[in-house]
């Protein structure tokens, strides 16, 4: 039973196109993330959430928006795809970073953007 | 602002050599907790072990790492590869929120 899942785990979408990925957790945690990784990047932040209603930027906000609406889903939208948004997104949980808190990741959903 | 340096995009090793991944990274928190996650083909990261101790040896699951705040590192050891260590390896900090290096994938070669 996957502590955070994620849907689709494929998704192929056009230019200009809206596009949500969907994540959930059944861990109870407060905070949620959402990265993308790239070659040559790594894990870049995109949003974050401390919490039901809250969202906050990462350190890649631009062209993403997030929603929170409970404990356990947490979303990103992309309003007007684009082909650098191309990409594997993870969703994570887990508690504060700042005490040393592990990072609970899903599946990942690997985004092309034609 | 905080940063997290790994070298070398790829390590390519003879399995039962050492391994040693670098990291160094930038904070203005005296105090951050230093991170390594893995990530296996096809799989999410994980994390493979932590420090917050300065001058602190941690391990797990025969890997391990020492924290060292004089010189900002968090170097990953491991006295002999297994060909089930190749994966992507991640080091991260946590000063104000958390930053992953950009990985290092260590192939490991019978």
């Known amino acids: 039973e996957a502590a955070v899942t994620q849907s689709p785990r494929n998704k192929v979408a056009v230019t200009g196109g809206k596009v949500t990925l969907s994540c959930n957790q059944t861990?109870?945690?407060?905070?949620m993330y959402w990265y993308r990784q790239d070659t040559g990047h790594g894990l870049r932040l995109i949003h974050y959430?401390?919490?039901?209603?809250s969202t906050e930027k990462g350190d890649i906000p631009d062209g993403y928006k997030a929603s929170r609406p409970s404990q356990e889903n947490f979303s990103l939208i992309l309003e007007l795809a684009t082909p650098s948004q191309t990409s594997v997104y993870f969703c994570?949980?887990?508690?504060?970073w700042g005490n040393g808190a592990e990072q609970f990741f899903g599946p990942g959903t690997r985004l092309t953007v034609l | 602002g905080d940063s997290v340096t790994q070298t070398e995009g790829l390590v390519t090793l003879t399995e039962g050599l050492p391994v040693m991944l670098n990291c160094t990274y930038q904070?203005?928190?005296?105090?951050?907790?230093l991170f390594w996650y893995v990530q296996h083909l096809n799989e999410s990261p994980r994390l493979l072990l932590k420090?917050?101790?300065?001058?602190k040896r941690t391990e797990h699951q025969g890997f391990h790492a020492t924290l060292h705040k004089s010189s900002s590192s968090f170097h990953l050891q491991k006295s002999s590869a297994q060909l089930s260590d190749s994966a992507l390896y991640y080091c991260?900090?946590?000063?104000?929120?958390?930053?992953f290096g950009i990985g290092t994938l260590l192939s490991v070669k019978p």
């Open positions: 994570a949980s887990g508690e504060d």
């Open positions: 861990n109870n945690h407060n905070n």
């Open positions: 959430s401390y919490g039901a209603g």
């Open positions: 904070t203005i928190y005296s105090n951050p907790f």
């Open positions: 420090s917050f101790t300065d001058n």
């Open positions: 991260a900090s946590s000063g104000n929120k958390l930053i």
